[in-house]
């Protein structure tokens, strides 16, 4: 719910007429300064809005529908950016490079090409060309939009640029995978900052090149010197933890202890616990979590520390954060029961696991997707009740079950020696995919295993024929 604001003046104001000439000054005055007192209040600027239309004012206060665009275009109702400016067009035209800089903001949240073409036309026919404020809108509209070439060429062709228009083509390279441009274009710009190191380093995040994405980190840290902000930090700590690379873990833990940013920002602690966790730091993680304020901990601080506790196995440790995190009237979602059901089946606790499940379906009316059906799979399998798993895996709604599943189970045949099963598992498989050599050389040494050797070699052949191909291993070592 918005929090309340004092309505006095807002509502005093909207009590009065268009006030006599002698005073239009004062009341100008007064207008502009609500609107600009009263930006991030959506209630207030609609009653202001509602006061311009009604008296006719914004037709004589040249300052006052900016205030207004700004409000729309950076809200969550952007579309209501183009009502407004429909409207004043109506009555004047003169609009300045703040005007078209929100509007071209709002189109940008829109991700509206159409409305940006017009307003580029627009800017043209009223002289912005030289804005560096207008055409880096104009940039951001085409390449948040994907127009590449269009958003290239305004870069290319503006005589003076600033490090926000930079960013703002680096940004939009990298969101549509264009990364080998974008660190092109990185490297020629004259001084990148924080942002632009920071865009750059999570682009190769996200396209899983984590190596690079360190190096660039390191470059930025220690060799240029630049201190990284909160966004950097969220955005290496991925990096971190695919490479294991606990000491730049704890590198960036000192760091962001010295700078403030670990207090600042939640999310910096609970990525930090997170990636010690999966750097093979168990005690590091929880002792991140213990120094968390009880008051702060949300949901995601409790999830991060069971899942950590789930992965190295810890299964009575991650059960016993559950507890606490319900006593503290926190409420878990999919994501906490997964890591619950995946200590659960690491650990071997089996009814545990059931109940869980259960509680999570009847107690907080929760679907189970196909993860948590292939945990509870999972751990019926290492139990060795593979019967249970088998009548699980039937029950799954068929919107929901995928070949995995059954390769879950396949994998549990095999460890027991289950052939009877194995082989009515196998054909559902078969019935969903036929090309994964995995499946008939796991069927294969089902058989092997319990001395079926012709029935072994008849699997082998079957998938030499079919031209079922298994990925060949690969050791680190």
Request: aromatic share 10%; net charge positive.
């Amino acid at each position: 719910m918005e929090k309340r604001w004092p309505l006095l003046s807002v509502m005093n104001l909207m009590r009065m007429k268009q006030p006599p000439h002698l005073h239009l000054h004062l009341y100008r005055r007064k207008l502009v300064s609500l609107l600009r007192q009263h930006q991030s209040r959506r209630s207030a600027m609609q009653q202001l809005h509602s006061h311009l239309i009604t008296t006719g004012a914004y037709m004589d206060v040249t300052s006052s529908w900016n205030p207004l665009l700004r409000h729309y275009s950076l809200g969550i109702f952007s579309q209501e950016a183009f009502f407004l400016f429909t409207h004043l067009r109506l009555y004047q035209n003169s609009f300045d490079s703040f005007s078209f800089s929100y509007l071209l903001k709002a189109c940008a949240n829109l991700q509206n090409l159409q409305a940006g073409l017009l307003l580029h036309a627009l800017t043209l026919k009223l002289g912005f060309e030289l804005h560096v404020y207008v055409h880096t809108g104009l940039l951001n509209v085409y390449a948040v939009c994907g127009a590449l070439p269009e958003a290239k060429q305004i870069f290319d062709e503006m005589s003076v640029r600033n490090s926000v228009t930079w960013n703002v083509l680096i940004s939009g390279l990298v969101k549509w995978g264009k990364l080998d441009l974008a660190r092109s274009l990185f490297d020629e710009m004259p001084m990148p900052t924080v942002v632009s190191w920071t865009t750059i380093i999570d682009g190769y995040t996200r396209m899983n090149q984590p190596k690079q994405a360190l190096a660039l980190f390191r470059s930025m840290f220690m060799d240029e010197g630049i201190k990284p902000n909160e966004i950097t930090l969220l955005a290496i700590f991925p990096t971190i933890s695919n490479l294991g690379a606990l000491e730049i873990c704890q590198l960036v833990h000192t760091y962001g202890e010295k700078s403030g940013l670990n207090a600042l920002d939640i999310r910096i602690r609970n990525s930090l616990l997170d990636t010690y966790a999966k750097c093979g730091c168990i005690e590091s993680a929880s002792r991140v979590f213990g120094e968390i304020a009880a008051k702060i901990r949300n949901l995601v601080s409790w999830t991060s520390i069971i899942s950590g506790f789930a992965m190295h196995g810890m299964a009575k440790e991650a059960l016993a954060n559950f507890e606490r995190m319900q006593k503290e009237l926190v409420k878990p979602n999919r994501i906490t029961f997964l890591s619950v059901l995946n200590a659960c089946s690491h650990g071997g606790l089996v009814e545990e696991g059931l109940e869980f499940f259960r509680k999570m379906v009847n107690e907080y009316q929760m679907s189970p997707d196909i993860k948590h059906y292939g945990c509870l799979i999972d751990m019926l399998g290492r139990a060795g009740r593979v019967d249970e798993a088998e009548k699980m895996a039937l029950g799954i709604p068929n919107e929901v079950v995928n070949v995995v599943i059954w390769r879950t189970l396949l994998g549990a045949c095999s460890f027991h020696g289950n052939v009877e099963m194995g082989a009515r598992v196998i054909r559902k498989i078969l019935e969903m995919e036929r090309k994964y050599g995995g499946d008939y050389v796991l069927l294969s040494n089902i058989f092997a295993g319990v001395g079926r050797y012709s029935d072994a070699e008849w699997v082998r052949r079957l998938m030499d024929e079919r031209n079922a191909s298994k990925v060949a291993g690969l050791s680190f070592v």
